[in-house]
């Protein structure tokens, strides 16, 4: 009651209060009149998803708005309160499948009122991505499909992920044979066409519904009768039923244990982030006193920490979200995990070309009810919201990107005569994928952006340019298409510009880079304007398809002078595992005699086309290694050789390779010619796939010598190398393995790693150095790149003070010790300097 009647309030915070999501429901309806609120904090943890808000209004509002926070949520509910609301009827339909599936045909024959089509020649499939909007389905009482009809070339699959979206049905085709007429096995059919997409749509949508269809029902092989056909595709769906609801399980297992741990994990987090909160009260309290109470050095909480730490507890809680069901009643505290499912519980046997249409009509009612069914589409949205929507699909806009401000101007004429908020409507339709806003730019039709992607992921576009120069030539034969996908017009250039955007397109062969000027000569690029193509690269770049490649001097190699930008294309890298597993040879052909420390090796639990790409650019490109740094670099296929100049004398060096193991998983293999090194690249790694690939876990192996033998430490699900690492926990005790035996030992961290020691580095424990000592281990660390052994780390009350020092003396190649009154009057200092000397 009081602070309903606060209109005039614009800040609230309350985080301090212990609220919860049962006091944050009882505040909503207060609050959401609250008109000129600003900001609102209920405590980090205490979220809009968290609010049961059926007892707060009779809307149900998107979860996406919902996740942009109170104040978003709080005027969504006024428009759908002030301007009247409609449910949401529109739903996108992902057309998936090898390219020569039958996706299309089977769409068309969907659409038809005979439930027949025609075939489709070969040069008229789909490239790339193919788009079906307002699709008013029949008998689907005002649905509307929005169809992405995804290209199946296999060129194309790291372009896909932009467009995977929970708002969304899967329609999923496989065929039953071969180009020859040969019949897949149902485990064929499963390796090579339905588990791949399985996975790679349980990673971005763990809660997707598929609709699995296979075609060329009443279209038997030659020398195969109808009915042997029928039998033999009955036969063979039924097992494959049989190992995709396998699949399913064990998907759906792993989103549960995903989300018991990521739950786990945001508890941990709430509980530091309580206690710092509570540190930090305390110390303002005394410092407000002018007192030093609770003070000491190493014992306050910085606040960037903190900041850090919540964070961290927004993207847990964000993946927590996508991974919760939002169906199901109670708190979503104790809500279960979402699941895949394979909607109608069964693969449908269908014919697009021949028969008499039944079997394309069964599957449109099953898409139909499938929709229906699907939790969102009895969501609340502002009445005009779909009239804004269908008026941006519907204008000729003649660019992929417009200006914000000049996108709002020409739909407010479209929408003449209603009252409705054109802004907040391209934001919302934004939030569900049908466009996309970014800063301050529309793209009216994302999938336009194929256009762009298009001459990136190109096959072989060296050979396009060729064949744009034998095209142009008077003895010219028929027109290929595809000669123009790359660099329209290329015949028309001289002969040194020509020669120049041929240099450069070589460079995103070889090198997977795109540079500032080559984007004035591709197809798609050459028309829009320096603003537009900034915006359509940060499109590209959010969804992770290209990355800058702003490594400092030698930005500016492309020839466009010193402020030339480039980026490197994932969607052009190498996806696909080496036959033969990495060995020891690989690295030895180039770093030469250079002493390797242990190999570690990455496992995941399922292959993204898009997984090592993304970590080979984010290696290729990071600023931790500048260009000035990088004395060699090298990528071929799925090995990356990259060497560094660390000092002016010595050279570092690191291999990244996707390869197939002993037992045939795909593993990524990291190696490094120092700790320090590998320790970065692990961390960088760990930090990659849980920012890009959070579901996605990681089975990591080190791989070394002992003095029993060759060894390797299986470290536990629980705990990951990259943070053993960083944290520096050498003491830690670990469980290995002796290779090709069954005996185990127990070893330390350190006993592992340190085989290539770095720098020794001690103080007096006694003086105020102590203090210090951490920060200039980090510095040597960062700076040198070499693993420390740091005396106060290394040593504690049980180890045996000499040999331990003596061990680290001996095999580092530099000893600090830095010196005070204090360590000149240790003993044990003293004896360092003499074992150094």
């Not at 650019?617 to 000035?628: C, F, I, L, N, V």
């Not at 943070?723 to 005996?743: C, H, S, Y």
Request: charged content about 25%; aromatic content about 6%.
């Amino acid at each position: 009651g009081a602070l309903s009647s606060m209109r005039n309030l614009t800040t609230l915070h309350l985080g301090y209060n212990n609220i919860g999501p049962e006091g944050a429901s009882a505040l909503a309806g207060a609050l959401s009149s609250m008109r000129n609120l600003t900001t609102l904090d209920l405590g980090y943890d205490v979220k809009p998803t968290a609010v049961d808000w059926t007892t707060v209004t009779e809307f149900t509002i998107p979860s996406e708005v919902l996740e942009q926070g109170w104040i978003e949520t709080f005027q969504f509910l006024r428009k759908l309160g002030e301007g009247g609301s409609e449910k949401c009827s529109q739903l996108r339909l992902l057309l998936l499948g090898d390219g020569t599936a039958g996706k299309t045909s089977f769409l068309r024959a969907m659409q038809s009122e005979s439930g027949t089509t025609e075939a489709i020649p070969l040069d008229e499939r789909t490239i790339a991505i193919d788009v079906l909007r307002n699709w008013k389905v029949k008998g689907g009482r005002g649905l509307v499909f929005e169809v992405w009809d995804l290209g199946g070339q296999a060129q194309y699959y790291t372009s896909h992920s932009p467009y995977f979206s929970p708002r969304s049905l899967v329609l999923l085709v496989v065929r039953p044979t071969a180009e020859d007429g040969q019949y897949y096995t149902a485990g064929q059919l499963m390796e090579d066409f339905v588990l791949m997409w399985l996975r790679m749509l349980h990673a971005h949508v763990p809660s997707c519904r598929v609709l699995l269809v296979c075609s060329r029902w009443c279209s038997p092989p030659e020398g195969e009768t109808l009915e042997q056909h029928q039998a033999h595709v009955s036969k063979m769906c039924a097992e494959v039923e049989k190992a995709v609801a396998v699949e399913l399980e064990d998907l759906n297992q792993q989103t549960q244990t995903e989300l018991e741990n990521l739950r786990g994990q945001v508890v941990q987090l709430a509980d530091s982030i309580a206690v710092g909160d509570e540190r930090i009260r305390e110390m303002q309290q005394h410092a407000g006193r002018g007192t030093d109470e609770g003070g000491g050095h190493g014992k306050g909480v910085a606040p960037q920490d903190l900041e850090h730490l919540r964070t961290l507890a927004s993207q847990l809680q964000k993946r927590v979200r996508v991974v919760t069901s939002k169906s199901a009643a109670g708190s979503e505290r104790d809500a279960p995990a979402v699941t895949m499912e394979l909607a109608d519980g069964r693969v449908h046997c269908v014919e697009s070309v021949g028969g008499d249409g039944s079997t394309a009509v069964a599957v449109r009612d099953v898409l139909v009810k499938c929709a229906r069914a699907l939790p969102f589409m009895r969501e609340s949205i502002p009445k005009g919201y779909t009239t804004v929507k269908d008026a941006c699909l519907a204008h000729e806009w003649g660019r992929v990107a417009v200006p914000m401000e000049e996108a709002v101007e020409v739909l407010r004429g479209q929408c003449e005569g209603q009252t409705v908020d054109v802004h907040g409507a391209l934001g919302f339709w934004s939030l569900l994928g049908f466009m996309l806003v970014h800063d301050d730019w529309l793209l009216p039709r994302p999938t336009d952006m194929i256009d762009l992607v298009r001459p990136l992921v190109h096959h072989d576009p060296l050979a396009a340019l060729d064949k744009t120069l034998a095209r142009a030539r008077p003895s010219a034969a028929a027109q290929d298409a595809s000669a123009d996908w790359v660099v329209p017009g290329f015949a028309k250039l001289g002969r040194d510009e020509q020669a120049g955007v041929r240099r450069m397109v070589e460079r995103l062969v070889h090198d997977k880079v795109l540079c500032e000027e080559l984007q004035a000569h591709l197809r798609g690029w050459k028309d829009a304007s320096k603003p537009e193509r900034d915006a359509l690269l940060g499109v590209l770049v959010q969804f992770g398809l290209v990355v800058s490649h702003d490594v400092g001097g030698e930005a500016g190699r492309s020839g466009a002078g010193g402020d030339a930008r480039e980026w490197l294309c994932t969607c052009r890298m190498d996806s696909t595992p080496g036959g033969a597993p990495w060995d020891k040879s690989e690295w030895q052909k180039f770093a030469g005699a250079t002493e390797m420390v242990p190999v570690v090796t990455y496992t995941p639990e399922y292959v993204t086309s898009a997984l090592f790409p993304h970590i080979l650019a984010s290696q290729m490109s990071s600023r931790e290694y500048k260009a000035e740094h990088r004395r060699r670099q090298t990528l071929k296929g799925c090995l990356l050789s990259v060497q560094l100049q660390a000092t002016a004398e010595r050279h570092e060096f690191f291999q990244l390779a996707l390869t197939t193991g002993d037992d045939g998983a795909v593993q990524v293999v990291v190696v490094a010619s120092s700790v320090g090194l590998l320790r970065s690249l692990c961390a960088s790694i760990e930090r990659l796939v849980g920012k890009r690939f959070p579901g996605l876990s990681l089975d990591a192996e080190v791989h070394f010598s002992a003095p029993e033998g060759a060894c390797v430490w299986k470290v536990g699900a629980d705990m990951t190398l990259g943070a053993i690492l960083t944290r520096k926990d050498w003491a830690m005790t670990v469980e290995v393995q002796l290779v090709g035996k069954e005996e185990c030992l127990e070893m330390k961290v350190r006993d592992i790693f340190m085989a290539v020691l770095g720098i020794f580095f001690s103080h007096s424990w006694k003086d105020r150095s102590i203090q210090v000592g951490p920060f200039i281990r980090d510095q040597i660390e960062m700076r040198m790149r070499e693993l420390v052994w740091y005396d106060a780390q290394m040593m504690s009350s049980e180890d045996q003070f000499q040999s331990r020092m003596l061990e680290g003396v001996k095999e580092s190649w530099a000893v600090f010790i830095l010196l005070s009154r204090e360590a000149l009057a240790s003993g044990n200092c003293l004896r360092e300097i003499c074992m150094a000397r």
